[in-house]
Nanobody, 124 residues
Framework: QVQLVESGGGLVQAGGSLRLSCAAS????????MGWFRQAPGKEREFVAA????????NYVDSVKGRFTISRDNAKNTVYLQMNSLKPEDTAVYYC?????????????????WGQGTQVTVSS
């Protein structure tokens, strides 16, 4: 099993920045891709970004391209999501996720492990 623990959420004004972190533990050797999804009240869980654990392949949802950056620290088994120029519509619970195959997928059902989520609130 793999455990994922997120941190770094909070309240920020529009235009501000936050950095989310997700530390993986357990059978981390089985992870090939880590990423972030988000879920706003009354909406489905939405893909945000993902990164392959080896190499530099990343993927982003169009709405965050140019504002969010996903990165990883293999030595710390940690993935980060740097969020700049935040907008009120970015408000959601952000979930860290990981998968055992190497395809950088945008589909929620393709991911095997999930964190407990961290709240991000952007005020206007």
């Amino acid at each position: 099993q793999v455990q994922l623990v997120e941190s770094g959420g909070g309240l920020v004004q529009a235009g501000g920045s936050l950095r989310l972190s997700c530390a993986a533990s357990g059978r981390t050797f089985s992870i090939y891709v880590m990423g972030w999804f988000r879920q706003a009240p009354g909406k489905e869980r939405e893909f945000v970004a993902a990164i392959r654990w080896s190499g530099s392949i990343t993927n982003y949802v169009d709405s965050v391209k140019g504002r969010f950056t996903i990165s990883r620290d293999n030595a710390k088994n940690t993935v980060y999501l740097q969020m700049n120029s935040l907008k009120p519509e970015d408000t959601a619970v952000y979930y860290c996720t990981a998968k055992r195959s190497f395809i950088v997928s945008m589909k929620v059902n393709d991911y095997d492990y999930w964190g407990q989520g961290t709240q991000v609130t952007v005020s206007s």
